[in-house]
Structures are given as C-alpha cells and as structure tokens.
C-alpha cells in the first residue's frame, strides 16, 4: 500500500532521463521509418509519440492509405515506389493485410519498431518543452506521458523533427513559414491568390457496416443538418467510405496548428450531418441496414508550419525535374493543392496537375538551417506552399526520413553537423548508404569500392533473349489507345507480329514513339508511324517500322484507339516489360490528357496508364529478331530498378531453378550478401481500404539457396516477399565461390533480379 500525507508543497512528476543519438519527435510514417532506419545502423534512438498508435496520418486512428510518387498508378512515373523501409513496410502489410485493415497495419509499424531493443519508444508522449545548450543547438527536450504522468527528460547530441506541426522546430526558434508565397518568390505561376486559399485543411474519414437489419441512427445535437445544401456533397457516391472521402476537408482559412480542434469539431458536425442526411432524408432507403462503424476522432492534418533548410522546394524544381548534386530522395505526387473553404466551398475538391516524370529532392531541404543539431522530416521540410503541394504525402515523407536517418548515423560516426555532410564528399557515402538500402535516388549509381561482386566472375544457368511473349492472354479492346514498352538497344528495330480481331473492315494506325526527356515515360515523340489494314475476324500482322534508334531507352510500340478492334495480350510477365493505356484515373486526373491552364507554369501531356493486377497483361507479340533486354551484367551495374532498361537479369522461362555463380580468381573473406529483388515498384501499395487482389509480388522470388565453393549450404530462405535480402553471416565465409539458387514460382513469370551486392 502506498499512503502520502497531506504537503504544503506542490507534488513532482517522476522524472525520467534518458541519454541517446537521436531523439525524434513525431511517430508519423516518417518518424517511424526514420527511427527503424537509425536503429538498424547502430543508433540508440528515442521515438516520441504523442498517439497510441504510429502511423499518423496512415493508423487506423486517421485511415489514409500511403501513396506518394506513384500516385495510384494514375501518371507517367513508371517504377516510382519509394524502396527501402517504407516499401518493406508496405511490402509486409500487402502480405499480412491485402484487404487494407488499417489496424493490421498499426500491429506492423509497432512490430518494426519494438523488435529492434535499441529504439526506447514513448507512445501517449507529447513533447511540450526544449532547453538549448546554445542560440543554435538543443540539449534536451521535455515530454510528458498522460498514461504514466512520467515527465521524460531526453538528451542527444542530434534531434529530428517529424512532428507534423514541427513542434520541436518551432520552440527551438527555427524559422519557419505557414502559407502560400507569392508567385513572385520563386517565380511560380501555380502559387494561389487569397480567393483560392493559402492553406490546406483537414480531413475526416468514416466506415459503415451494413447488420443485414434495419439500424436507425438518431444524430446528435451538433449534427449539421444542412449537409444536402454544401454543393460538394451533392456528388456523394453512397460507395464512398474511409478515405474516399478525402473531400469532406475544412480549416484552410483558419490557424491549423492552433485551431487545429475547432477545425475538427466542424468536421465532426459534417460527418455526422452527411450520415443524419444518408439515414434520415428518405432518399437512399439502400442505407436502411446500414451502421456507422467507425468516425474518426482526429482528424488527418494536411499544412501547418513549413520549416527553412539550406534550400528551399518549389515549383520549377519538380515540373523541371531539375538535379541536383545533394538529391537523397524523389518524389512524384501531384502538386496537390486544396481550396481553403473545403467542404463549404463552391471549387472542386482539389487541383492537381503532375509533372512528366519523378523529381529530386535535395538533402538542403532536410535540416534546420538555424539550429545546427536538427533535422527536419515528414510535411515540414524545407519546401515551398506549391512544392510542399506534392511533397507532403507520406510515402514521399517516409523517403525523405530515411534519409535524414542515415545521415544522422554519419553524423554520429563522424562528429559532425547535419549541414557538414555537404562538405568532403560525404553526400556520395550518404546517396551509397541508402541505395544499398533499397532507397531509390534517381540519376545515382551505386559503387561501391569494397563490393566484392564487382571483382567477380558472375554467371547464371540461363539468361531470357526476348523473342516475343505468347499468344494466349485475354483480348484487350482498344476502346482506349494502348502501347506496349520496350527496352531497346540502338539499332534498327526488328519487326514484330500482333494479333488482332476486327467486328468489321478497318484501319488501325501503329506508332512508334518516346519521351522527350530520357528517363521518363510519357511517350510524346513519334519517331516512325503507320497503318493497318484490318479484315474481319482475327489475324496476325507484321509491323515493321523500319526505324533505327540511337539511345538506349523504353520506346513505345503504341496502337490508335479503336473499339472495332481487340488485341491478343499474354500471360507471360517479365521485369521491366509493361503495357499502357491511354486514359486516366479518375483518382488523380479529369482526363487522358492533362491540359493546365495557360500561364500557370505546368507541362500539357497525355497519360499512359498501366493496369492493376489481374489485368495488366503484356502485348502479345513476336520479334523477327531477338533482343536482350537481361544481361548477367545488370547485377552488377547498382541501379535496382528499371530506368532507361530493365537493369535486370532474367532466367529463360523454361529454367524452373536457375542458379547464378560467383568465382573470384582468390579465396575471399565475405561478411553479407545483398540480392535486389523485383516486387513491382510500378505498383502502388495503397495500404488501406483499397485492398489487392494479390498477398504477393508475382515477379518476387521467394524460395533463395546460397551454398559456397565446397557445396556447403550456407543460407536458405523460404517465402520471402520482400524486394532486399541480406544476409548476414555470423562468423565471415571465406570462399572463391558462391551458388544462389532460386525456385520459379510461376510459368508465366521468368525468376529475375536487379542486383547482387557482396561486402
């Protein structure tokens, strides 16, 4: 029993004090990832969050699902998943959780996190309090538990900032923004004007259930019971549910950091108002069966305060795909910008306009350029109103802190400063350190100089020369243009056999056409062009385009739209090769053809979409003559994704255990092995609500023996669904050979990789 007399005196917290690295405030995806990220590479880290769950705005207290450079599969970015942690999360949840239950996901990040012992996590923790050792260094910051009233004091020599409203960054006296800059500071036509709004609001989400039994719902008193008259709600589809229902949106003209709660409260009216109107009003007697399941109780926050790096993200960066030498991460949403009146407003929902193509991210917009010891992440990087339009969404943010982790782990290692590791060449080690990772940095090579696949004899049982893909796919309509993508060599283009079936005589147009910038994928330059004629019924087809090419790169073999006409596709699916459309995703796009405005600094283009699985079959076709598309070298060229080719290597089809062997001249000492796996980055992972039809990556190899030059079994992995392997030997292998074995999982799908890395 514990018994305390009355005191005169007010009564301590317990205080607890506790010394790490890093100390990161904020358990949103990107605190999260950053903290997983730092604690992998030997960080003691602290996590502070002020939730009971991590994720932010993707945990099942808010229900938004991931997305970020892919953009539902709704632009040009083929290929464009983040990688590293954030792609092995979402890899995971796919395998757990295809349904997209976001408490499923809620039990992954916390797994992440607790199974790693040198993360000290504080969940219910919010930090309200920071002492700086100096003008431009923090010491310590103070946080405080609501479940165990215990005050924690935490000490590092680094601190990040993932806090969403950047709460850290704020007390410590960095400078920051909130807000649209004028179109004159950084010369952006998009920036908006007053009338359309200077800041994002937020969002509320809710699920229903339909009992199989009538359910009446009786509102409550705060309900807004002139929901049917807000014109955004009269284009409410009754399927609409979860975050689907991104448009209920309000706060854009009011302080979203410190009226943060009232903003959520007019939601709550809203929310409630919408499901009185659906149950109530006798228009949708559908609904009669139907509960309200769940209601979210905060709500998921776009824009608060935006903090000042060494650099700045705006508009001409992202629609220019500029480069830049510090870039660590990329991104490629939309520049996604809301009116600021929401769900009261007379304006559509959003504007989004894409670029052609991903877009750096310099590491200059990560840390703090007024307090030398902080980093920033998440939405409030280094970012214009416009820019920040785009590079808020969480798979972007997560990329960007798993950069910011890695750079913390060089700081540390080396005693220096976040700004310092411009200086001395040591962004190449940090662009190194996340390539070898999984992170994609577009434009960078990995090399590394004690990679010892690079000095290997590397060779494999078979290699795909692709002489086509078979007829016996369904047959695709051309009620929208479609376009095979294929990567070529320079030369001359060998013919190639399609199948078509016409409902009558016609004439088809086939073009030969690619991207203007090399790297993208928006095929927008015909280089050749020609028509078809077309009998009734089905027939084969020569097209022989009698074009020579002088770049490496995807062209696009694309046919007109006609919906006289169906073409064969196939079964077979191969890394690197895929099939697009010309049409839109109503997600993220009004038409196939994003036409902006006049004098708003956006590029016109039309969209060529791939299709989600089990659709999304390959053209079928035949070549004249063979091209070779894989190469054994690939695996060693340290680009893990297809670019301007496939950057893989691929089995021939029939080779059902293809094995790839590695001879050095010399006995070697071999610490990890590292294999890059191809799980689909042009798919999009939507983590919630959306579901997949699939639990697994087709292309994924799963079943992986390495054996060395004696036949000794040094490694097997069963089941895996991951894009990176490593594996780590306890004790260093000393070998002049290694064996890697695979098992193909599917006849229609060649086992193929992108990578070997051997430290």
Same mark, same amino acid.
């Given at each position: 029993?514990?018994?305390?007399?009355?005191?005169?005196?007010?009564?301590?917290?317990?205080?607890?004090?506790?010394?790490?690295?890093?100390?990161?405030?904020?358990?949103? $995806?990107?605190?999260?990832?950053?903290?997983?990220?730092?604690?992998?590479?030997?960080?003691?880290?602290?996590?502070?969050?002020?939730?009971?769950?991590?994720?932010?705005?993707?945990?099942?207290?808010?229900?938004?699902?991931?997305?970020?450079?892919?953009?539902?599969?709704?632009?040009?970015?083929?290929?464009?998943?983040?990688? @590293?942690?954030?792609?092995?999360?979402?890899?995971?949840?796919?395998?757990?959780?295809?349904?997209?239950?976001?408490?499923?996901?809620?039990?992954?990040?916390?797994?992440?996190?607790?199974?790693?012992?040198?993360?000290?996590?504080?969940?219910?923790?919010?930090? *309200?309090?920071?002492?700086?050792?100096?003008?431009?260094?923090?010491?310590?910051?103070?946080?405080?538990?609501?479940?165990?009233?215990?005050?924690?004091?935490?000490?590092?020599?680094?601190?990040?900032?993932?806090?969403?409203?950047?709460?850290?960054?704020?007390?410590?006296?960095?400078?920051?923004?909130?807000?649209?800059?004028?179109?004159?500071?950084?010369?952006?036509?998009?920036?908006?004007?007053?009338?359309?709004?200077?800041?994002?609001?937020?969002?509320?989400?809710?699920?229903?259930?339909?009992?199989?039994?009538?359910?009446?719902?009786?509102?409550? =008193?705060?309900?807004?019971?002139?929901?049917?008259?807000?014109?955004?709600?009269?284009?409410?589809? $009754?399927?609409?549910?979860?975050?689907?229902?991104?448009?209920?949106?309000?706060?854009?003209?009011?302080?979203?950091?410190?009226?943060?709660?009232?903003?959520?409260?007019?939601?709550? #009216?809203?929310? *409630?108002?919408?499901?009185?109107?659906?149950?109530?009003?006798?228009?949708?007697?559908?609904?009669?069966?139907?509960?309200?399941?769940?209601?979210?109780?905060?709500?998921?926050?776009?824009?608060?305060?935006?903090?000042?790096?060494?650099?700045?993200?705006?508009?001409?960066?992202?629609?220019?795909?500029?480069?830049?030498?510090?870039?660590?991460?990329?991104?490629?949403?939309?520049?996604? /910008?809301?009116?600021?009146?929401?769900?009261?407003?007379?304006?559509?929902?959003?504007?989004?306009?894409?670029?052609?193509?991903?877009?750096?991210?310099? *590491?200059?917009?990560?840390?703090?350029?007024?307090?030398?010891?902080?980093?920033?992440?998440?939405?409030?990087?280094?970012?214009?109103?416009?820019?920040?339009?785009?590079? #808020?969404?969480?798979?972007?943010?997560?990329?960007?802190?798993?950069?910011?982790?890695?750079?913390?782990?060089?700081?540390?290692?080396?005693?220096?400063?976040?700004?310092?590791?411009?200086?001395?060449?040591?962004?190449?080690?940090?662009?190194?350190?996340?390539?070898?990772?999984?992170?994609?940095?577009?434009?960078?090579?990995?090399? /590394?100089?004690?990679?010892?696949?690079?000095?290997?004899?590397?060779?494999?049982?078979?290699?795909?020369?692709?002489?086509?893909?078979?007829?016996?796919?369904?047959?695709? =309509?051309?009620? !929208?243009?479609?376009?095979?993508?294929?990567?070529?060599?320079?030369?001359?283009?060998?013919?190639?056999? !399609?199948?078509?079936?016409?409902?009558?005589?016609?004439?088809?147009?086939?073009?030969? /056409?690619?991207?203007?910038?090399?790297?993208?994928?928006?095929?927008?330059?015909?280089?050749?062009?020609?028509?078809?004629?077309?009998?009734?019924?089905?027939?084969?087809?020569?097209?022989?385009?009698?074009?020579?090419?002088?770049?490496?790169?995807? *062209?696009?073999?694309?046919?007109?739209?006609?919906?006289?006409?169906?073409?064969? =596709?196939?079964?077979?699916?191969?890394?690197?090769?895929?099939?697009?459309?010309?049409?839109?995703?109503?997600?993220?796009?009004?038409?196939?053809?994003?036409?902006?405005?006049?004098?708003?600094?956006?590029?016109?283009?039309?969209?060529?979409?791939?299709? #989600?699985?089990?659709? @999304?079959?390959?053209?079928?076709?035949?070549?004249?003559?063979?091209?070779?598309?894989?190469?054994?070298?690939?695996?060693?060229?340290?680009?893990?994704?297809?670019?301007?080719?496939?950057?893989?290597?691929?089995?021939?089809?029939?080779?059902?255990?293809?094995?790839?062997?590695?001879?050095?001249?010399?006995?070697?000492?071999?610490?990890? /092995?590292?294999?890059? !796996?191809?799980?689909?980055?042009?798919?999009?992972?939507?983590?919630?609500?959306?579901?997949?039809?699939?639990?697994?990556?087709?292309?994924?190899?799963?079943?992986?023996?390495?054996?060395?030059? =004696?036949?000794?079994?040094?490694?097997?992995?069963?089941?895996?669904?991951?894009?990176?392997?490593?594996?780590?030997?306890?004790?260093?292998?000393?070998?002049?050979?290694?064996?890697?074995?695979?098992?193909?999982?599917?006849?229609?799908?060649?086992?193929?990789?992108?990578?070997?890395?051997?430290?």
């Amino acid at each position: 029993m514990i018994k305390e007399n009355f005191t005169k005196e007010k009564r301590s917290l317990k205080i607890e004090s506790i010394t790490s690295d890093l100390v990161i405030v904020g358990g949103g $995806l990107a605190g999260t990832c950053c903290a997983i990220t730092a604690a992998r590479e030997g960080l003691n880290v602290v996590l502070v969050q002020d939730r009971p769950v991590l994720g932010g705005n993707g945990s099942s207290e808010v229900r938004l699902w991931i997305l970020g450079a892919t953009s539902h599969m709704g632009n040009n970015n083929r290929w464009a998943r983040e990688g @590293g942690v954030v792609d092995e999360i979402l890899l995971e949840n796919l395998y757990r959780n295809p349904e997209g239950n976001p408490l499923i996901l809620d039990t992954i990040l916390i797994e992440k996190v607790t199974e790693l012992p040198n993360i000290r996590l504080l969940l219910n923790t919010a930090m *309200y309090d920071l002492e700086k050792k100096s003008p431009d260094e923090i010491d310590h910051v103070l946080a405080f538990c609501s479940q165990n009233s215990i005050q924690y004091k935490l000490k590092a020599p680094l601190f990040v900032d993932g806090s969403g409203d950047g709460i850290m960054s704020f007390m410590a006296g960095a400078a920051f923004r909130m807000g649209a800059e004028s179109a004159d500071e950084f010369d952006e036509a998009f920036a908006p004007d007053h009338q359309y709004g200077e800041l994002l609001g937020h969002s509320l989400y809710f699920y229903s259930k339909d009992t199989g039994k009538p359910v009446r719902f009786v509102p409550p =008193s705060y309900a807004n019971t002139e929901i049917s008259q807000l014109p955004r709600f009269k284009s409410f589809n $009754l399927k609409d549910h979860g975050c689907r229902l991104w448009w209920v949106e309000y706060g854009g003209r009011k302080d979203t950091v410190h009226e943060s709660e009232t903003i959520k409260w007019e939601l709550w #009216r809203v929310i *409630y108002g919408i499901w009185n109107h659906l149950k109530n009003s006798g228009e949708n007697p559908e609904v009669a069966n139907h509960t309200l399941e769940w209601v979210g109780t905060i709500p998921g926050k776009r824009e608060s305060r935006r903090f000042e790096g060494d650099y700045i993200l705006s508009q001409k960066d992202l629609v220019e795909q500029r480069s830049f030498d510090d870039a660590v991460s990329f991104g490629g949403w939309a520049l996604d /910008l809301h009116p600021a009146d929401g769900v009261y407003g007379e304006k559509p929902g959003c504007t989004q306009w894409h670029t052609k193509g991903v877009y750096q991210i310099p *590491y200059r917009t990560m840390y703090s350029k007024n307090i030398s010891n902080l980093f920033l992440t998440g939405r409030i990087i280094s970012a214009s109103h416009v820019a920040f339009g785009s590079s #808020r969404v969480m798979a972007t943010c997560a990329h960007n802190a798993q950069a910011v982790a890695m750079a913390a782990v060089l700081c540390k290692k080396q005693q220096i400063s976040p700004s310092d590791i411009l200086k001395e060449g040591r962004i190449e080690a940090l662009k190194d350190n996340l390539v070898l990772q999984g992170q994609y940095i577009p434009n960078h090579v990995l090399r /590394l100089k004690d990679d010892l696949a690079q000095d290997a004899k590397i060779s494999a049982s078979s290699t795909m020369r692709l002489s086509g893909l078979a007829f016996d796919g369904p047959w695709k =309509s051309l009620t !929208f243009a479609a376009a095979q993508m294929l990567p070529l060599a320079p030369g001359k283009i060998p013919a190639m056999k !399609f199948q078509f079936k016409a409902t009558e005589n016609t004439r088809l147009v086939v073009s030969l /056409l690619k991207s203007e910038k090399k790297g993208n994928f928006s095929p927008e330059i015909i280089l050749a062009q020609n028509e078809l004629e077309l009998t009734l019924g089905e027939q084969y087809l020569i097209v022989d385009l009698q074009v020579n090419i002088d770049k490496t790169e995807y *062209y696009f073999v694309a046919f007109s739209a006609n919906e006289k006409v169906s073409i064969r =596709s196939s079964q077979t699916r191969a890394t690197g090769l895929l099939s697009v459309f010309q049409k839109f995703n109503k997600a993220v796009a009004t038409s196939s053809r994003q036409d902006p405005p006049k004098g708003i600094g956006i590029e016109e283009f039309d969209f060529w979409l791939p299709e #989600r699985r089990p659709e @999304g079959h390959n053209l079928a076709f035949e070549f004249t003559q063979a091209i070779d598309p894989y190469s054994i070298n690939f695996l060693t060229n340290g680009i893990f994704r297809p670019t301007v080719g496939t950057n893989a290597w691929a089995a021939a089809l029939d080779d059902t255990e293809p094995t790839i062997e590695m001879v050095w001249d010399k006995v070697q000492i071999i610490n990890s /092995l590292s294999v890059y !796996f191809d799980t689909d980055f042009d798919h999009a992972l939507e983590s919630t609500l959306m579901g997949h039809p699939e639990s697994e990556i087709p292309f994924c190899v799963k079943d992986i023996q390495l054996t060395d030059g =004696s036949g000794k079994v040094l490694a097997e992995i069963q089941d895996n669904h991951q894009t990176v392997v490593t594996i780590k030997f306890k004790t260093p292998v000393q070998t002049d050979k290694l064996l890697l074995t695979f098992k193909q999982q599917n006849a229609h799908v060649p086992v193929a990789l992108f990578g070997i890395v051997c430290l």
